[in-house]
Every structure is written in structure tokens, then in C-alpha cells.
């Protein structure tokens, strides 16, 4: 059986750039699916904002952030990389959340050398723990994986921020050493950086496009050529969801058509699986006309 990590495997094994909308829900994910794209993320800042209404500072509890992973990747076939934050707690929290994300059927979890609680990459207060710790999530990362837990380890160092790009450079390439299989430098703040960031280190690496923040927002092809291997846009969904939600509301407030805001009914049947179900249903249609 081809599991969620051999996907995610296969995908970074052809090394083109893959585009990565982010989820914040299972239906989000499954139009990530329906429009053709072969990997998801479950964003924690749109994760955060969609199911407790709160922003991402560590509000989430393991327990609430995997429940919603379960939900997702029971929506689709497609790979989901979820958000495991800083692991939770101290290096075996690490290696149990690990293994809770792969048994949830994640291809891959994320885990970030921020001080808990945690905050969004492009937002202000962040800090990082010290290499030892940071070192120590990764091992620990990397050891639930090795015990059995089939799921690929994506590192994350927010140390930019706090102590500049060498330092980020360093502590990624020690996660890599460690047995981290994708690197992430968060928020490097130029192309210059970014390039710096992808010729020193090996390996697949991530590049997190939030428009408006940090990072330059990077056509797909220059990130390619920059040496960037997925893309990751964590809340293009989420604003633009808001945005739709606001401007219709506004409209509804005010009595005038909301038609040209709303997709067709058809369509938006269609897109949630009332189509399929009708279809599927179909099979057990003699078990109806008997009752």
C-alpha cells in the first residue's frame, strides 16, 4: 500500500517545484485537491483562525490541532504536512506528537525551534529556544520517525529574526545532519537571502509565501531557480475566504444582490460531495425500494 509519506516521497523525488496552497479544514483541503494540486498544508495561522476564532499564538492544543488533521486527510488522498509547532513540550512531547501525526495519516510534521508559545512567522514577539534544545526537537523528530512512525520531518528555524541569517543557515543545516528530510528558513527577508539560504543548504527546502509579509512573494519559476523545491502560501485561502465572507455580509447588511460574491449552487453541491454521494448511493438502491 502506498502510504501519505510514500506520496510526498514520490513528489519531492521528481525535483520540480510543488505549489502548496494551505488548509485550514477539510474543505478546503479537498478544493486544494479538486484544483489539481498534489500536496497541502494545514497552516496553524488559519487553522487557529478557523476553528477556535483566535489568532496563532499557541492557542491550539495538541489534542484540537490533530483532531483537525484527522479530519482533513480523511477528505482527501493527497498528502497533508501538518503543523506540529514546537513539539509540544520538551523532546519526548516531540516524539509523541511525531508519532500522532503519522498516525492521524500525515506525509509529513513540521517542527519549529521557537520558544512555546509559539507565534506566526511574520508576526512580532517571536523568539527561539537554544541550539541544544532546538538540536534536541529534531532528534527526537527524527527518532519517532526511525522507531516506525512513517512520516517525513520537516525542520523549521525561525532564528532569522532573532540572531540573523547565519545562525538560521547553521541551525538548519544541523537539522539535515540530524535527519531532518526537508529544511525550512523561515522569513528570510530579500531574494539575496533566499538565495544565500538555498546554496548552503542541501536537500529539499521550503519557502513560505504570506502575501504582505516578510519574504518576496516569488513567482513560482523564481523560486525554482533560486533553488527553492515547495511553495508554500499559507493564507491565501484563509484571506481570501474572509474577504468573500466580509464583502458578502456587507452586501446581505446593506439589501443589495449578493449573486456575482456566491458560487452556483450546482457548483457548490458538486464541490462538497453531494454529486458523488447521490452516485455512490445509487448501489444500494434495491435495499431502499425493499424497505
Known amino acids: ?104 495519516g500525515c506525509a509529513a510534521v513540521m517542527i519549529e525551534d521557537q520558544l512555546a508559545p509559539k507565534r506566526c ?20 523528530a527524527v527518532d519517532a520517525r526511525e522507531a516506525g512512525a512513517d512520516i517525513l520531518i520537516l525542520a523549521r528555524t525561525d532564528a532569522r529574526h532573532q540572531h540573523g541569517l547565519t545562525e538560521a543557515i547553521d541551525r538548519a543545516a544541523k537539522f539535515k545532519e540530524l535527519g531532518a528530510d526537508i529544511l525550512f528558513v523561515e522569513a528570510p527577508k530579500s531574494v539575496a537571502e533566499m538565495r544565500t539560504v538555498c546554496a548552503e543548504l542541501s536537500g529539499p527546502k521550503m519557502a513560505n509565501i504570506v502575501e504582505g509579509g516578510e519574504t518576496p512573494d516569488l513567482s513560482p519559476d523564481e523560486l525554482k531557480e533560486i533553488g527553492y523545491q515547495i511553495a508554500a502560501y499559507p493564507l491565501s485561502l484563509m484571506a481570501a475566504a474572509m474577504k468573500a465572507m466580509v464583502e458578502t455580509l456587507q452586501s446581505m447588511k446593506a439589501g443589495v444582490p449578493r449573486d456575482d460574491k456566491l458560487m452556483d449552487w450546482a457548483d457548490l453541491r458538486k464541490r462538497i460531495g453531494f454529486d458523488a454521494y447521490y452516485e455512490d448511493s445509487e448501489r444500494y438502491a434495491s435495499s431502499r425500494r425493499d424497505g
Open 1 to 104: 500500500m502506498v502510504t501519505p509519506a510514500d506520496k510526498l516521497r514520490d513528489l519531492l523525488a521528481t525535483g520540480d517545484l510543488i505549489t502548496m496552497p494551505c488548509c485550514f479544514d477539510a474543505l478546503s483541503a479537498k478544493l486544494i485537491e479538486q484544483e489539481g494540486f498534489g500536496l497541502t498544508f494545514m497552516s496553524g495561522f488559519a487553522t487557529s483562525a478557523a476553528r477556535i476564532g483566535e489568532p496563532d499564538l499557541g492557542l491550539m492544543s495538541y489534542g484540537e490541532v490533530l483532531d483537525q488533521a484527522r479530519n482533513i486527510t480523511d477528505a482527501i488522498s493527497i498528502p497533508l504536512i501538518g503543523d506540529g509547532d514546537t513539539g509540544y513540550g520538551n523532546a519526548m512531547n516531540v516524539r509523541r506528537t511525531v508519532t500522532g501525526f503519522a498516525k492521524a
Open 121 to 140: 512567522g511574520h508576526t512580532k514577539g517571536k523568539e527561539v529556544v537554544g541550539r541544544d534544545e532546538a538540536f534536541d526537537r529534531i532528534k527526537a
